[in-house]
Nanobody, 121 residues
Framework: QVQLVESGGGLVQAGGSLRLSCAAS????????MGWFRQAPGKEREFVAT???????YYTDSVKGRFTISRDNAKNTIYLQMNSLETEDTAVYYC???????????????WGQGTQVTVSS
C-alpha cells in the first residue's frame, strides 16, 4: 500500500504564493505518476497537475503559468509551487499516486488526506 501525507496548506492573500509538499511511503515503486487534485466547496474534485518519474508534467489549463509541479525522487516527495494565487484557487488540495488518464479524465489510485488552501481577496 501507499501512504501519502500532504503539508504546506494555509491562508494566503490573492497574488501570493504557497508551496505544497506530499511525502509518499510504503510501496513507493508504484507511486508514479503522482500529482495533485483539488476540491472547492460545493464543486467536484478536479485535476490540477501530474508528474512522472522522469519529470514529464501536465497541468490543467486554469493553473498553467502559475503552478509548478516538481519531484524529489530520493525523498519520494512531490511539490506544488503555487504563484499568483487567486480566490478561485481556494480548495482542499489532495495528493494522488498511481495516476492514470482514461477517457480524457485523470484518476488516482491512492490519496492523501488533503490540505486546505485558502486565498483571501
Amino acid at each position: 500500500q501507499v501512504q501519502l501525507v500532504e503539508s504546506g496548506g494555509g491562508l494566503v492573500q490573492a497574488g501570493g504564493s504557497l508551496r505544497l509538499s506530499c511525502a509518499a511511503s510504503g510501496r513507493t515503486a508504484i507511486t508514479y505518476p503522482m500529482g495533485w487534485f483539488r476540491q472547492a466547496p460545493g464543486k467536484e474534485r478536479e485535476f490540477v497537475a501530474t508528474i512522472s518519474w522522469s519529470g514529464t508534467t501536465y497541468y490543467t489549463d486554469s493553473v498553467k503559468g502559475r503552478f509548478t509541479i516538481s519531484r524529489d525522487n530520493a525523498k519520494n516527495t512531490i511539490y506544488l509551487q503555487m504563484n499568483s494565487l487567486e480566490t478561485e484557487d481556494t480548495a482542499v488540495y489532495y495528493c494522488a499516486a498511481s495516476i492514470t488518464k482514461r477517457g480524457g479524465s485523470y484518476y488516482g489510485d491512492y490519496w492523501g488526506q488533503g490540505t486546505q488552501v485558502t486565498v483571501s481577496s
